[in-house]
Antibody, heavy 121, light 108 residues
Framework: EVQLVESGGGLVQPGGSLRLSCAAS????????MYWVRQTPGKGLVWVSRINSDGTDTHLADSVKGRFTMSRDNAKNTLYLQMDSLRAEDTALYYC??????????????WGQGTMVTVSS | EIVLTQSPGTLSLSPGERATLSCRAS???????LAWYQQKPGQAPRLLIYAAASRAAGIPDRFSGSGSGTDFTLTISRLEPEDFAMYYC?????????FGQGTKVEIK
């Protein structure tokens, strides 16, 4: 079964750090670009970051640039999002998702169940 | 950044009826790279349509997408009970990729 499972969310104080993980199974992880998307009741779905197949190229939304780092370990079939200098506005449900097409950007066809990040003192 | 505006905000319909959801972009969407997702409470989004009109794997043919440029439509030909949910459009042709605010399809 094709699956993505996120972990690592939780409650953190403003200025703190968290590292999200996304474990992939059921497909050749190293062939696909991967994404992080977050969701809040107020702003809806918002793209956060993406990484290419071999991890050599990443793009981040302006709102998280300089604070978040996206990476992957293809040997472990795992995607990461290192989140530093967290702010209250980063509070959201974070999803990892897969690009539909192999080796390029596309619509997002596989999503994890999400991991909740709450930034609050 | 391309802003996607979905209408209506809420669509109240009965099972068996036809649903027509609209997504308007603030600029032309490159190569019709427009997708539609369904989301139910407590679940992740589910890809329905990509490239404006192509159904994703396993999606019933009562779901169809159309449009180009700045105007796109998702049509559900005959609503089934499991189709009552939130629907989001998403453009992925011009970075940053963006999502619409959603249309809720509710039971009348």
């Amino acid at each position: 079964e094709v699956q993505l499972v996120e972990s690592g969310g939780g409650l953190v104080q403003p200025g703190g750090s968290l590292r999200l993980s996304c474990a992939a199974s059921g497909f050749t992880f190293s062939n696909y670009w991967m994404y992080w998307v977050r969701q809040t009741p107020g702003k809806g779905l918002v793209w956060v970051s993406r990484i290419n197949s071999d991890g050599t190229d990443t793009h981040l939304a302006d709102s998280v640039k300089g604070r978040f780092t996206m990476s992957r370990d293809n040997a472990k079939n795992t995607l990461y999002l290192q989140m530093d200098s967290l702010r209250a506005e980063d509070t959201a449900l974070y999803y990892c998702a897969r690009s539909r097409a192999v080796g390029t950007y596309d619509a997002l066809d596989i999503w994890g169940q999400g991991t909740m990040v709450t930034v609050s003192s | 950044e391309i802003v996607l505006t979905q209408s209506p905000g809420t669509l109240s319909l009965s099972p068996g009826e036809r649903a027509t959801l609209s997504c308007r972009a603030s600029q032309s969407v490159t190569s019709s790279y427009l997708a539609w997702y369904q989301q139910k409470p407590g679940q992740a989004p589910r890809l329905l349509i990509y490239a404006a009109a192509s159904r994703a794997a396993g999606i019933p043919d009562r779901f169809s997408g159309s449009g180009s440029g700045t105007d796109f439509t998702l049509t559900i030909s005959r609503l089934e009970p499991e189709d009552f949910a939130m629907y989001y459009c998403h453009q992925y042709g011009s970075p940053p990729r963006t999502f619409g605010q959603g249309t809720k399809v509710e039971i009348k």
